[in-house]
């Protein structure tokens, strides 16, 4: 924890400075007859958050915050794994939306979760995984008529039912 | 005196068979809508303004009335049962909402919520019937430096919410307020903050996407990591005698939060540029100043759910005054609200209290009712809410992520901004690893694009004077209070340390 912290507070320093230098794009400065210019804002609130992370690396030198006087791990085993079946199974299903539906990647995403990390039974995940996008549909596309993306031509035929039923 | 007589005509107007109808359907639709994440008050009174071309003009600003109701009363459920808020106006509710659910107390929050909204908007009605006029000649002598200095307090009060490490907290507000700068200059107009000129950045990044990331992603992630994945299910009391018993708590636990949020969240409400989101989060911010436990904010106090949740509905109240009065909409769903009063062939402004008579006190008459129907329906619909969160969490955390999605997805309508929110998701989780507060910058990106422009404006004004925040009669006192608030933590934490350096080892 408390290599990671400094770590954080250096990328966060060195965030602070890119915003700082995209912001000059636009006037930083005050413009006569017409206040300060459009990147001032940007401009000063990032170089205030470039003081903070130099205070954050003041505190951990003091071993000020709890995570500077820490040496337990940032992640243990359990979760490095939870962060790549988890946050891979997000990444995962965002990445399916655009392929197979909204309504396909919620369901493939449920039925991985609840089957391959929820261990229940194939019968309640697949019950759950294909009923949730159903009704999510009806309330997206009926009730609030919200199209979510449909994902590759392929997909028609079963859109094309579900839009007879609605419209 | 006449005041009650037009009350009591507008009264029995909205308990017309028609008018009642329309405030039950628009409360229950509103309510559900409102506890969705991702859609709030704007998405159901945009969504069905055009069935309101159905029925006469006043039941039909009746019926979006009782929409925004019952969303107002639905914020609070997403925020306290899945820790998602569903809109800004909800996000302090987790503050202490979500704690409250998480020791098994998930009724509590909620019987918290709901009674504190009733009364928050039972307040608000109170001084929208007696005050009305005077009241929106007081907002219209809210110019950009007032308005400012007002966003100057509400950061103030972050600093308090943010915990110890002030560095760490400041960093969360600024980076706030400059993810709410990306996109475009609202005042020359220019790109600006594109960032790695990426042109999705172009349409700046939406308060709803940090949101969702940092509370639905985010949290989901921490909870799994937190708990190895044995989430300790609730056992929540769904029984009459129960009910009573966190009614009882409520009320005793709950008041003074209550009696902050509903007055503070009227006033802050009715400012045209304000509305019910930096109300919410003040009245949290004094809530917690004013106790005599301030520890136990966030982690679980009904003062905690109470002050929000009295002051966002009792904001939305307000924001409807300068509507009606002036014809100046105080947030996204009056404004929509003013466009259907447009196309109904009615003039917002001054003379519609004159003019229209009976649709305004119509309107007012509604909202007494709706706000009864809207606490009454809540109450009902506890135990179904609270049944979501007796389900095993292997089906609730997915649950939770695909609400995330479709939900952050139907907000925006744009892949670009999913992908941040899963960013932000993966972010925010690392970052509460080393204790940075999120929180305020999901309140700054808000609260932003409002304190940006009207800093500008005020340098303007004044030629680049800053001392235009201290010399004005309102702004002034506003603005050292402010920053009183801000400096204070910080002199605490020195005098801390140097006593601490005192003692002998």
């Not at chain 1, 170089?47 to 500077?68: Q, Y």
């Not at chain 2, 028609?18 to 704007?42: D, E, K």
């Not at chain 2, 019937?129 to 308005?147: D, H, Y």
Request: some cysteine; overall charge neutral.
């Amino acid at each position: 924890m408390r290599v990671g912290e400094i770590v954080t507070a250096g990328f966060l320093a060195l965030l602070s400075l890119y915003l700082m230098w995209k912001s000059t794009e636009l006037p930083v400065g005050y413009i006569a007859g017409q206040g300060p210019g459009g990147g001032a804002w940007p401009f000063w609130l990032s170089g205030i958050m470039l003081i903070c992370c130099g205070f954050t690396a003041f505190n951990w030198w003091r071993e000020n915050t709890p995570a500077s006087r820490s040496d337990a791990p940032l992640l243990d085993a359990y979760g490095w794994k939870m962060l790549l079946f988890v946050g891979g199974g997000i990444i995962g299903f965002v990445a399916l939306v655009s392929i197979i539906s909204m309504y396909g990647a919620i369901a493939v995403f449920l039925f991985y979760y609840m089957w391959f990390l929820g261990r229940h039974s194939l019968w309640l995940s697949l019950l759950i995984a294909l009923v949730t996008p159903i009704a999510m549909f009806f309330f997206f596309e009926g009730a609030m008529r919200i199209t979510m993306p449909s994902g590759l031509p392929f997909t028609d035929p079963v859109f094309n039912v579900l839009y007879d039923i609605i419209y | 005196m006449e005041v009650l007589s037009l009350l009591a005509d507008g009264m029995l107007l909205s308990l017309q068979p028609l008018n009642l109808m329309m405030i039950l359907i628009g409360v229950t639709v509103g309510l559900f809508i409102g506890a969705m994440p991702g859609l709030g008050s704007v998405n159901g009174v945009a969504i069905l303004l055009p069935v309101t071309f159905l029925v006469p003009p006043g039941s039909a600003i009746i019926f979006l009335a009782a929409i925004y109701y019952g969303a107002m009363y639905g914020g609070a459920i997403s925020s306290i049962t899945l820790g998602i808020p569903g809109a800004s106006t909800a996000v302090a509710t987790t503050f202490d909402g979500r704690p409250l659910a998480r020791q098994g107390k998930a009724s509590l929050a909620l019987v918290t919520a709901a009674l504190a909204s009733f009364v928050g908007g039972t307040v608000a009605n109170i001084l929208f019937t007696l005050f009305a006029p005077i009241l929106a000649t007081v907002a219209l002598s809210f110019g950009p430096p007032e308005v400012f200095a007002l966003m100057l307090l509400a950061f103030a009060t972050f600093v308090g919410l943010g915990g110890d490490d002030i560095p760490k907290t400041v960093f969360s507000i600024c980076f706030g307020l400059v993810l709410g700068a990306v996109g475009f200059d609202q005042i020359s107009g220019a790109p600006r903050l594109v960032l790695f000129d990426y042109n999705g950045f172009l349409q700046g990044i939406g308060f709803l996407v940090l949101a969702i990331g940092v509370y639905g992603i985010g949290e989901m992630f921490w909870t799994i990591e937190q708990t190895r994945g044995d989430v300790t299910t609730t056992t929540p009391k769904m029984t009459a005698k129960g009910m009573a018993a966190d009614t009882k708590e409520a009320t005793k636990r709950g008041w003074k939060g209550t009696m902050i949020g509903s007055f503070l969240g009227f006033f802050v409400g009715i400012l045209p540029a304000a509305g019910a989101t930096p109300g919410s989060l003040m009245s949290y911010g004094v809530a917690k100043m004013v106790s005599r436990r301030p520890a136990e904010f966030g982690k679980g106090h009904p003062d905690g759910v109470a002050a929000p949740e009295a002051a966002n509905n009792s904001a939305s109240t307000g924001s409807m005054l300068p509507m009606l009065t002036l014809g100046i909409p105080g947030s996204p769903t009056t404004a929509i609200l003013l466009g259907g009063m447009v196309i109904w062939g009615l003039v917002p402004g001054p003379r519609l209290f004159v003019d229209e008579t009976e649709f305004v006190w119509g309107l007012i008459g509604s909202f007494y009712i709706s706000n009864l129907a809207a606490v009454l329906m809540n109450l009902a619909f506890i135990p179904v809410f609270i049944w979501m969160l007796r389900m095993p969490f292997t089906i609730l955390a997915p649950m939770i992520f695909v609400l995330s999605i479709a939900g952050g997805y139907a907000a925006t309508r744009d892949m670009f901004d999913i992908w941040l929110m899963v960013g932000f998701g993966l972010g925010a989780f690392f970052l509460r690893k080393f204790d940075y507060p999120l929180a305020p910058a999901v309140l700054a990106i808000v609260l932003g694009p409002i304190a940006e422009p009207t800093l500008r404006q005020s340098l303007l004004l004044s030629s680049g004077d800053p001392s235009i925040f201290f010399t004005r009669p309102v702004a002034g006192p506003i603005t050292i209070i402010a920053l009183i608030l801000i400096f204070l933590p910080g002199i605490k934490l020195v005098r801390r340390m140097r006593d601490k350096r005192k003692e002998p080892a």
